[in-house]
């Protein structure tokens, strides 16, 4: 079975501080991505990621920062956490080619 | 662009009723569809998928037509349990866009 974990399935972070959300797949799946899931809106996506030391945009990449410097594992940073970050993080991967997305537990972040 | 409309909810049902959660979406070209469930506490994962107009995607009782004529894949249960209370969500994938699209979601209950 694949797996995606994600380093935490709750944090909550302060106004202004840098965040890291770490996912790591272990099925050498070479697309990676980070959803935020908010009420009312469904799975928003942040950015993507085709291959290590690749990325690409979303449709709502403001204020986050993204990393892939292993197939395995790609990150989610917030450099300067603010309190409209409050969501769920949901980070997913995919072989090549194939739509199939399989997604992590989540993370749920709570900006005060 | 690729838009997914589902019926909005929450849907709150009886056991053993027959389910149907609309969804409706806007696409270039022939993308794929997909459902994919969220159990309480948990990522999402895939439920079912069609790939091409008439095909019929289903699993665990659930079914879903790809009609391409009412632009429609529509999920239906003939009689539901409680462990199927969970968020579900209709999602497509366009090679063009190389990305999955989601609805909002729909929030089921079921009723014991």
């Known amino acids: 079975d694949v797996k995606v974990t994600q380093s935490s399935r709750y944090l909550v972070k302060r106004t202004g501080e840098k965040v890291f959300l770490e996912c790591v797949q272990d099925m050498d799946h070479e697309n990676m991505f980070w959803y935020r899931q908010d009420p009312g809106l469904g799975l928003r996506l942040i950015y993507f990621s085709y291959d290590v030391k690749m990325k690409e945009k979303g449709d709502i990449p403001e204020g986050y920062s993204v990393s892939r410097e292993k197939k395995e594992r790609f990150s989610l940073i917030l450099e300067s956490a603010s309190t409209n970050q409050t969501s769920m993080y949901l980070c997913?991967?995919?072989?090549?080619?194939?739509?199939?997305?399989?997604f992590g537990p989540g993370t749920r972040l709570t900006v005060t | 662009g690729n838009s997914v409309t589902q019926m909005e909810g929450p849907v709150t049902l009886s056991e053993e009723a027959f389910l149907t959660i609309n969804c409706t979406y806007t696409a270039t070209g022939y993308p794929s569809l997909f459902w994919y469930v969220q159990y309480p506490g948990e990522g999402l994962q895939l439920l079912l998928k069609a790939t091409k107009a008439d095909d019929k995607g289903s699993n665990k009782g659930f079914e879903a037509t790809y009609r391409k004529e009412t632009t429609s894949f529509h999920l239906e249960k003939g009689s539901v349990q409680v462990s199927d209370s969970a968020v579900y969500f209709c999602a497509l994938y366009s090679g063009s866009a190389r990305q999955l699209t989601f609805g909002s979601g729909t929030q089921l209950t079921v009723l014991p």
């Open positions: 997913a991967s995919s072989l090549s080619g194939n739509p199939e997305q399989y």
